[in-house]
């Protein structure tokens, strides 16, 4: 799964690299988590960035709480699940990023956080679904999700799923109305080991509450007490 991601550029960068406008204001993020208010650039808007939700009601679970929604959507079958079948057939967006964390095991009670980006840190985007719904109070609220696929040689190491990540070409695609299900399945694949990094980071990333710089700098790898082991 993907449960934590980065989006620590600015809005002008952001700007330049999804050619694209914010209307709104912005500041990095370094630990983006479920239920918080993020950019997305949807189908219907590719010229301007959208404010969603991450965590998406689906069709039949109308009216949940944010935090009780779902967070990611297995790509080998989001074109067969009811839930998510609507979507993923007129309702895709791109989520921008520029990095994700995975927590590898280490023993039973052992986690150690690694973040994960292209070689150059450079901003990509996730391949995600939108959707809309009621919320308690009657207003339209719009959330989305991230697909996921098999893990590449990078990720493997820590963890069994990965965020699809979609080249500059094929966030066109994706956003394309026009696309058939057989070419929109054909883009959500494994990204490149070749194109890909990863390192340890802070503990801090664990926490929701934590969201600084010092979250995505490179940290020795630390056991839950604090102290350095022999696993990079």
Known sequence: MCGRYSLSKSKIDLEERFQAEMLSDFKPRYNIAPTQLVPVITSDSP?????????????FGQNKPVAQKLINAKAETVH???SFKSSFQSRRCLVPADGFFEWKK???KTKI???????DESLFSFAGIWEE???LNGEI???FLILTTTPNSVVEEVHDRMPVILSRENEKKWLDKYSNE???????????PDLMQSYTVSP??????NDSPGIIRRTSPMDQHGNYTLFG
């Open 47 to 59: 010229k301007g960035f959208s404010f969603f939700y991450w965590g998406i009601t689906p069709d």
């Open 80 to 82: 067969e699940k009811v």
């Open 106 to 108: 280490l023993g039973k």
């Open 113 to 119: 956080p690694y973040r994960f980006t292209l070689r």
């Open 133 to 135: 719904y009621e919320g």
């Open 141 to 143: 609220q719009h959330t």
């Open 182 to 192: 057989t070419e929109l399945l054909a883009l959500l694949k494994p990204a490149s």
């Open 204 to 209: 801090l990333v664990n926490s929701v509450q």
